[in-house]
């Protein structure tokens, strides 16, 4: 059974599934669907159009449904006053169980991967690409087109203007590479050790962007290793000196 605030506003195009929860101020615009188990705050603001000059500025309030929606992933939370656009050629979508938290920002097309939290005030470009279990601090700013790798950490107030390798953390200005997230390597149920093979590769200064073959040593991470290489053309943040 859903419990929606009498004072949400859910327009046309929108599907809801089980167990939905959404707060009052809340306005979602279709085309949009929301899986079961999500849980979307006060004034959150789900489905308006893309901000881009080329394209229309329809008022899908009004039944004028265009582009290419929105989807919730399941168990998804989506906290007070996020804003969330339409995409133009897929959805934006945020994954299962990630967390989206207060005033952050999805443009249009981002893909956020699953069980990933964007802190509040987080600011994500248009077309970004975000694994899964990524954990973005508050405040921090990703430029369009971007990619973050699984497990990666972005530092509070970052600007993230390239690209991010898996379990990388990330931060200062400009961001640099300053070391891996090795309890997040943990938490995603890959052996403790790959931490350190990771580590021997940012520290050399390979961030993995090379295609063929992939080293048996990165064991469980292997696919996260082929998921960043297949994002096509890369420009990875630089690497601290003295890692």
């Known amino acids: 059974m ?20 959404i707060g009052p101020g809340a ?31 329809n008022a899908a309030w009004t039944g004028d449904l265009q582009h290419a929606g929105v989807r919730i992933k399941a168990g998804a939370v989506i906290r007070e006053n996020a804003v969330i656009h339409q995409g133009t050629y897929r959805e934006t979508s945020v ?18 991967g699953d069980e990933a939290t964007v802190s509040a005030g987080v600011s994500i470009g248009g077309h970004c690409v975000i694994g899964d279990r ?10 369009q087109r971007r990619v973050i790798a699984a497990g990666a950490m972005v530092g509070m107030g970052t600007p993230v203007t390239r690209d991010v390798p898996p379990f990388a953390k990330v931060y200062g200005t400009p961001p640099r590479l300053t070391g891996v997230n090795a309890v997040g390597i943990e938490r ?29 040593a990165f064991g469980t991470l292997r696919d996260d290793v082929a998921w960043w290489r297949d994002q096509g053309e890369l420009r990875p943040v630089g690497v601290v000196e003295g890692l």
């Open 95 to 112: 994954g299962a169980r990630s967390w989206v938290l207060n005033r952050a920002y999805l443009a249009h097309d981002v893909v956020l």
């Open 2 to 21: 859903n419990d929606i605030s009498p004072l949400a506003y859910i327009g046309e195009g929108v599907e809801l599934g089980a167990n939905v929860r």
């Open 188 to 216: 995603a149920g890959h052996d403790a050790a790959l931490a350190a093979v990771l580590l021997a590769h940012y520290r050399s200064g390979d961030l993995l962007t090379g295609g063929g073959w992939i080293s048996d």
């Open 134 to 143: 990524v954990n973005i601090g508050m405040n921090a700013v990703v430029h």
């Open 27 to 57: 306005v979602l615009l279709g085309p949009c669907t929301v899986e079961d188990d999500v849980w979307i705050g006060p004034g959150a603001q789900i489905g308006a159009p893309p901000e881009m000059s080329s394209l229309p500025q």
